[in-house]
């Protein structure tokens, strides 16, 4: 008889977790307005970040054991990378609309709950709306 021994995947669960919260941290910045245009100066930093680490293990991400919709989150991320790869000018409006999308795409494919925002509210920032915690912090 031959025993088995079995690994425990907390480790790898914990990870994975950490590259997820890392990953949908940094897209989530491209959403909230007021973030981005606070970290303006980070932007390579985050879309090199994203692009080297976070994009590599999403990909491998296995969302059928999730439930999450597999097809749409390819399509959202390929649109990401390629919205991203060689940088990106956060001025771009048409591209930022773009990437905003894919995002929320991705995002929705994640199962992620996105609050459904009035257009006024999306206009103040498109993750939060008028409830940003970026806009509360600068208020004092």
């Known amino acids: 008889m031959t025993s088995r021994v079995s690994q425990d995947p ?3 669960a914990t990870d994975l977790a950490q590259i997820v919260s890392e990953g949908l941290n940094c897209l989530g910045v491209f959403l909230c307005g007021p973030a981005l245009r606070s970290l303006r100066a980070e932007v390579p930093a ?3 970040q994203w692009n080297d ?3 590599p293990l999403f990909a ?3 969302l059928a054991a999730a439930r999450g919709d597999t097809a749409a989150f390819r399509s959202a991320l390929g ?3 390629a919205l991203t790869s060689g940088g990106f000018d956060p001025d771009d409006a048409a591209r930022l609309g773009e990437l905003r999308g894919a995002i929320r795409a991705l995002m929705t ?3 992620v709950p996105l609050p459904v925002l009035s257009p006024a509210d999306a206009k103040v920032c498109e993750l939060h709306g008028a409830a940003c915690p970026v ?3 600068a208020r004092g």
């Open 60 to 62: 491998k991400l296995d």
């Open 109 to 111: 494919a994640l199962r």
């Open 46 to 48: 985050l879309v090199r």
């Open 79 to 81: 649109r990401i990378s």
């Open 10 to 12: 907390a480790p790898k």
């Open 135 to 137: 806009l509360a912090a």
């Open 53 to 55: 680490d976070c994009a």
